[in-house]
């Protein structure tokens, strides 16, 4: 694969510079993460991290969603 395929074709399909799209792929995928790590621990002490997880899921699908909107 070429540069080009590999860091600036899906960016610029979506409109967005290699750095933009950085800086909302490392946000989403660091949410996911704190997530994923309240789920972990809620497995552990079920009083704790009752909704974060979810409601993490839902701030990301949320964002997802306005820039799906933006673009079209």
């Known amino acids: 694969m070429s540069f080009q395929q590999l860091f600036l074709e899906h ?4 409109g967005e510079s290699y ?3 950085q800086r909302c792929a490392c946000g989403i995928g660091t949410s ?4 994923g790590f ?3 621990l809620h497995s552990l002490v079920p009083a704790l ?11 990301v699908h949320a964002r997802m969603s ?3 909107l933006r673009r079209n």
Do not use: M
């Open 49 to 59: 991290f009752r909704d974060t997880a979810s409601r993490i899921v839902f701030q």
């Open 32 to 35: 996911l993460i704190a997530a």
């Open 19 to 21: 750095f933009e799209h």
């Open 66 to 68: 306005a820039r799906q």
């Open 11 to 14: 960016p610029r399909s979506i």
């Open 38 to 40: 309240a789920c972990l």
